[in-house]
């Protein structure tokens, strides 16, 4: 079974510039999550889709900051216009819909951002 | 304060090593504990799963958790260097729809041959 992967591995792009960050979940998994963890800080939470609906976007910092899920496949995470704390590594995760008490989250790569 | 504190390290050990890595948490509703494994580079891999007080083994790797202190621990026993990596712990609650984890900021472990 192929893993959750993440497009790009890493993008470097300055400040006021548009960058899009895409996520292919496990194929069959409906909940697909993005986290994010920035420089000397913990991995936190951004939102959590289910399938192609935002079950939750508490964690996204602000309004430059804008998550689809076309279809329930895959996601993409547009920030726009960047800023320069911004940048760190953005994680995605994915699970089946299997109960709460059985969840597991399997996380992509990541996509390395730096914004100058 | 954080919800979730976690030893930062490095914690260097010698091959062959037991290795404790602990968490702290301050959230009651926190119900479900999980340690992730991360290689640099890569993205956290889940090791351990567990939803109830107590010892989960799995091979060299045992989690503990006690939730009347609000403790979770690792352990790791006869480490390998293939063991080093970034450990971090993870939470979440159980009640409604929030399936989001919560981290601790990590422990760099390296075992050295």
């Known amino acids: 079974e192929a893993g959750v992967t993440q497009f790009p591995s890493h993008s470097v792009i300055e400040k006021g510039q548009t960058v899009t960050l895409r996520c292919d979940p496990i194929?069959?998994?409906?909940?697909l999550y993005w986290y994010r963890r920035v420089m000397g800080k913990e991995i936190k939470f951004l939102l959590h889709?289910?399938?192609?609906?935002?079950?939750?976007e508490s964690g996204m910092p602000n309004n430059r900051f804008l998550a689809e899920r076309t279809g329930g496949t895959y996601s993409t995470l547009k920030v726009q216009p960047a800023e320069l704390e911004d940048s760190g590594v953005y994680f995605c995760?994915?699970?089946?819909?299997?109960?709460?008490?059985?969840?597991?989250?399997?996380f992509g790569p990541g996509t390395r951002l730096l914004v100058l | 304060q954080k919800e979730v504190e976690q030893d930062p390290g490095p914690l260097s050990v010698p091959e062959g090593a037991i290795v404790s890595l602990n968490c702290t948490y301050s959230?009651?509703?926190?119900?479900?504990f999980m340690w992730y494994r991360q290689y640099s580079r890569k993205g956290p891999e889940l090791l351990m799963y567990?939803?109830?007080?107590g010892n989960k083994e799995d091979g060299r790797f045992t989690a503990q958790v006690d939730k009347s202190s609000k403790y979770i621990s690792l352990f790791i026993r006869d480490s390998q260097p293939s063991d080093s990596a970034t450990y971090l712990c993870?939470?979440?609650?159980?009640?409604?729809?929030?399936?989001?984890?919560?981290f601790g900021s990590g422990t760099q472990l390296t075992v050295l041959p």
């Open positions: 567990t939803y109830s007080s």
């Open positions: 993870a939470m979440r609650v159980s009640s409604g729809s929030a399936r989001q984890l919560t």
């Open positions: 995760a994915s699970s089946r819909n299997r109960g709460q008490i059985q969840e597991t989250q399997y």
């Open positions: 889709f289910v399938k192609e609906s935002k079950q939750d």
């Open positions: 194929s069959g998994h409906d909940n």
């Open positions: 959230n009651s509703a926190f119900q479900y």
